[in-house]
């Protein structure tokens, strides 16, 4: 594979998922945008009970995403966290709530007690180009060539793109553990263009344009016009990765 393109600096965001007791999940993530925590109880078949805390936000209104995730109550235990889906709708959440909860599923019916992602992906370069890698619990598991949308290598997954039937087709060519891995670097690669994003220019979420409603809960139509931006949120973990989760 290609080596990283020499550029100003890198997205990171780090999940840490821990199983302190039994029939409890906490689950961590935090990058230059976001920091959250969902914690899920469980009776070893299904979800009793699920919570979270929204802690750094880019507006106003992600916060709100917090009283949807309840609703995942019920939720059977299963090894492929992105069925939670087939329980809940996860555009009516907060993406990033909504995918700890799946995570924390799946460590649940893994019977695992911690796991940690660690992704990287360094700023694109003029053709928009970037070489994305996943770390799971310190190990290299993943790395993408990135052109734009599209993934160019290594072999198995050249020629997908990181939207448009992603996840379907990784759940059809990925076992349960490839699958989480391909599901937690896409989401990274796809939050990192936030770093090309000016967020000094904004003033609302519905400023970042159209194309964005419909995809969470906070960029629902009646909701993305009232959502302001929380000022002084934006971290660069670039050259300390060390602060993420404070660890």
Request: proline share 6%; glycine share 10%.
């Amino acid at each position: 594979m290609a080596p990283p393109h020499p550029n100003a600096g890198a997205y990171r965001r780090r999940i840490r998922i821990v199983a302190p007791v039994e029939g409890q999940v906490v689950a961590d993530l935090e990058d230059d945008f976001h920091r959250f925590r969902v914690e899920l109880h469980h009776d070893g078949r299904q979800v009793t009970s699920c919570t979270g805390q929204a802690l750094r936000f880019p507006w106003t209104e992600c916060p709100g995403a917090v009283e949807r995730l309840p609703e995942l109550a019920g939720a059977p235990l299963t090894p492929r966290g992105t069925d939670v889906a087939g329980h809940a709708d996860p555009h009516l959440h907060c993406t990033h709530l909504f995918d700890l909860a799946g995570l924390a599923v799946a460590h649940a019916a893994g019977g695992r007690y911690e796991r940690q992602y660690d992704a990287v992906i360094p700023d694109r370069d003029a053709a928009l180009v970037t070489h994305a890698r996943l770390f799971r619990d310190g190990e290299l598991v993943m790395a993408w060539d990135l052109e734009g949308l599209e993934i160019k290598a290594p072999l198995l997954y050249e020629g997908v793109m990181l939207r448009g039937g992603f996840m379907r087709w990784a759940n059809s060519h990925l076992d349960p553990e490839g699958a989480e891995a391909a599901a937690v670097l896409r989401r990274a690669c796809e939050i990192s263009w936030g770093r090309q994003t000016p967020w000094d220019n904004l003033e609302r979420a519905l400023d970042i344009g159209d194309f964005m409603l419909g995809v969470c809960h906070t960029f629902r139509a009646g909701v993305a016009e009232v959502a302001l931006r929380v000022k002084g949120t934006v971290r660069d973990f670039t050259d300390r990765p060390g602060d993420l989760l404070g660890s």
